[in-house]
Nanobody
Framework: QVQLVESGGGLVQAGGSLRLSCAAS????????MGWYRQAPENQRELVAR???????TYADFVKGRFTISRDNAKNTVYLQLNSLKPEDTCVYYC???????????????????????WGQGTQVTVSS
């Protein structure tokens, strides 16, 4: 049973910082991509940042220079450092993992056979003005 659990959300004043963590547990040998999406009420979920196991990163334009993603592959954990927070960053932040391999080296797949994506339960970040 694979599970992703986030932590680190909370309430912070504008200009402040938070650090989100997401740990994947279960029979996991490796994870190709780990990252973060966010969703505000009545909005679509949007990519914040992602990182491959090799260290390649992608950031949304709206967070460049403010947020930093990092990973500990040995712990199957991804982090998101949020600096210079703005009220518009108030969202639920979801971590995800794509391309999880079990200890035999096989990908976890959906019933349809595609490589599966796993999501955390979300952590609320609220930035007050």
């Amino acid at each position: 049973q694979v599970q992703l659990v986030e932590s680190g959300g909370g309430l912070v004043q504008a200009g402040g910082s938070l650090r989100l963590s997401c740990a994947a547990s279960g029979s996991i040998l490796s994870i190709n991509v780990m990252g973060w999406y966010r969703q505000a009420p009545e909005n679509q979920r949007e990519l914040v940042a992602r990182m491959t196991s090799g260290g390649d990163t992608t950031y949304a334009d709206f967070v460049k220079g403010r947020f930093t993603i990092s990973r500990d592959n040995a712990k199957n954990t991804v982090y998101l450092q949020l600096n210079s927070l703005k009220p518009e960053d108030t969202c639920v932040y979801y971590c995800y993992g794509f391309g999880l391999r079990d200890y035999s080296g096989s990908y976890y797949r959906t019933p349809g056979g595609t490589v599966d994506t796993y999501w955390g339960q979300g952590t609320q970040v609220t930035v007050s003005s």
